[in-house]
Structure formats: C-alpha cells, structure tokens
T-cell receptor
Framework: KNEVEQSPQNLTAQEGEFITINCSYS?????LHWLQQHPGGGIVSLFM???GKKKHGRLIATINIQEKHSSLHITASHPRDSAVYIC????????????FGKGTHLIIQP | DAGVTQSPTHLIKTRGQQVTLRCSPI?????VSWYQQVLGQGPQFIFQ???????GRGNFPDRFSARQFPNYSSELNVNALLLGDSALYLC???????????FGDGTRLSIL
C-alpha cells in the first residue's frame, strides 16, 4: 500500500508570498492528483499529473517520478488561496481508488 | 452543468442504526467512487464502481456496501453504525475508471 506524506502539515504566510507544498509517496503510481478542500468539505481537483509539470493560473504542479515526489507551488498568494491542499495518488495496477495524504492546511494572511 | 450531487448533506444517527447515502454523478460519467474522511485526516477509499460493477474496495468492514444503478447513480449503505463511522462521506465521479475524479460536497454523518 502506498504511503503518501505531505509537508508541511500547516503553513501560514503573508499575501504575495511564493508557496510550496511537497508530497512524497512510496510505491510507483500511474497518476498523482492535487486537490483543494475548503471548510465545509467540498473538494476541487486542481491537477492530475503523470509526468513533468502543469500550470494553471497562479498554480504550478511538478512531479519527479524517479524520486517519487511532487510539489505544488502558488505564486503571488492571496487570502482566497487559504484552504487544505491534498495530494492523492493512484497506483499503477488497477482500480483501487486514490490514496490520500493528510493534507496541508494553508492560511494566507492579508 | 450540474456537478456531483450528494444527499443528504447532513445526517444524525444513533449507534446500531443503518444509513443510506446517495450520489448522482456528472452526466456522462460512468464511474463513482466513495471515500470516508474523518475529521483532521485525508479521505480513505471505500469503493469504486464502474458500469454497475464493483471495481475496487478499500479496507472497510462488511458493514459497508454500495451499488450503482443503470443511470450510474450510486448508494452507499452502512449497517450497525458505530461512533467511529462519524465522518464526511465523499462521492466522486469520473468518465472512466482512471480519468480525473470530480468530487461532491459530501454528506456529513454524525453518530450519537
């Protein structure tokens, strides 16, 4: 079973700062997801990656398959970015759903 | 377009009771997955269904069961509820088994 570790667990930063959240996993995967969860529970899918790098607006996600590591970056952070960011992986073999990290609780202060 | 819808949004039950949670996927999505998220933790995989057949099951007891209907909607059933079943239950739908998943807002289940 894959072990998904995220760091940091909690992060407080000032508006405008560059944010990095890290995710590492233990077993080879077919895809890695970055998700955003706001208070109240709703989850939004930000990225699905199997290699390289993806960018959407101020968000950038990278993955290094050899090192079993992914990062989520937020440029020019804003208070509305405050949320829990969750990394989740799907293993290579089959349809066993996603394995999630515990999430990184991000607070951006004005 | 409607996203993934779950009902009810909140539910309170007592120990030993049974509960049924419902999920309607995005139109055209054939796969539905269920997850349990205990407060302060990441979600845990319970089931995945595709074309009305179970395609995957997480490490949950037999008290948990699910099914998918011909219109691709799904129900999650939990019998003999325990205090530890208190959680947010999330449903996610996807076009196929391994395509990106779209999540509903969840059903918050409280067991007294």
């Amino acid at each position: 079973k894959n072990e998904v570790e995220q760091s940091p667990q909690n992060l407080t930063a000032q508006e405008g700062e560059f944010i990095t959240i890290n995710c590492s996993y233990s077993v080879g995967i077919s895809a890695l997801h970055w998700l955003q969860q706001h208070p109240g529970g709703g989850i939004v899918s930000l990225f699905m990656l199997s290699s390289g790098k993806k960018k959407h607006g101020r968000l950038i996600a990278t993955i290094n398959i050899q090192e079993k590591h992914s990062s989520l970056h937020i440029t020019a952070s804003h208070p509305r970015d405050s949320a829990v960011y969750i990394c989740a992986v799907r293993e290579g073999g089959g349809a066993d759903g996603l394995t999630f990290g515990k999430g990184t609780h991000l607070i951006i202060q004005p | 377009d409607a996203g993934v819808t779950q009902s009810p949004t909140h539910l309170i039950k007592t120990r030993g009771q049974q509960v049924t949670l419902r999920c309607s996927p995005i139109s055209g999505h054939k796969s539905v997955s269920w997850y349990q998220q205990v407060l302060g933790q990441g979600p845990q995989f319970i089931f995945q269904y595709y074309e009305k057949e179970e395609r995957g099951r997480g490490n949950f007891p037999d008290r948990f069961s699910a099914r998918q209907f011909p219109n691709y909607s799904s129900e999650l059933n939990v019998n003999a509820l325990l205090l530890g079943d208190s959680a947010l239950y999330l449903c996610a739908s996807s076009l196929e088994v391994r395509t990106p998943q779209h999540f509903g807002d969840g059903t918050r289940l409280s067991i007294l």
